[in-house]
Nanobody, 126 residues
Framework: QVPLVESGGGLVQTGGSLRLSCAGS????????MGWFRQAPGKEREFVAA????????SYADSVKGRFAISRDNAKNTMYLQMNSLKPEDTAVYYC???????????????????WGQGTQVTVSS
């Protein structure tokens, strides 16, 4: 088990910024690729961004490229998602997830992830 806890969500105006954090636990955090997904009301969960175990590679959904930045600090067992220039369509519950493995390939499909956090709400007002 890899308990994951998201934080940093909230209400922000269009054009604003938020930084989400995902805290893991244990000494195995660095053995996992990590990802962010989001789910808006009435929609399916969608990929946002992901990062390999050592931060060497990242991947982003086209809808967030240039606005969001994913990073991780394995010494702190924490992953981050810096979200800038937020839009109302970014409103969703954001989930972090962990995929076991030290591959250089960034996992972008939700089905690849074994562990999930409970989610944090992000609301962008227009």
């Amino acid at each position: 088990q890899v308990p994951l806890v998201e934080s940093g969500g909230g209400l922000v105006q269009t054009g604003g910024s938020l930084r989400l954090s995902c805290a893991g636990s244990g000494r195995t955090f660095s053995m996992y690729a990590m990802g962010w997904f989001r789910q808006a009301p009435g929609k399916e969960r969608e990929f946002v961004a992901a990062i390999t175990w050592n931060g060497g590679s990242t991947s982003y959904a086209d809808s967030v490229k240039g606005r969001f930045a994913i990073s991780r600090d394995n010494a702190k067992n924490t992953m981050y998602l810096q979200m800038n220039s937020l839009k109302p369509e970014d409103t969703a519950v954001y989930y972090c997830a962990a995929d076991f493995g030290r591959s250089s390939v960034v996992p972008a499909r939700a089905s690849l992830y074994e562990y999930w956090g409970q989610g944090t709400q992000v609301t962008v007002s227009s």
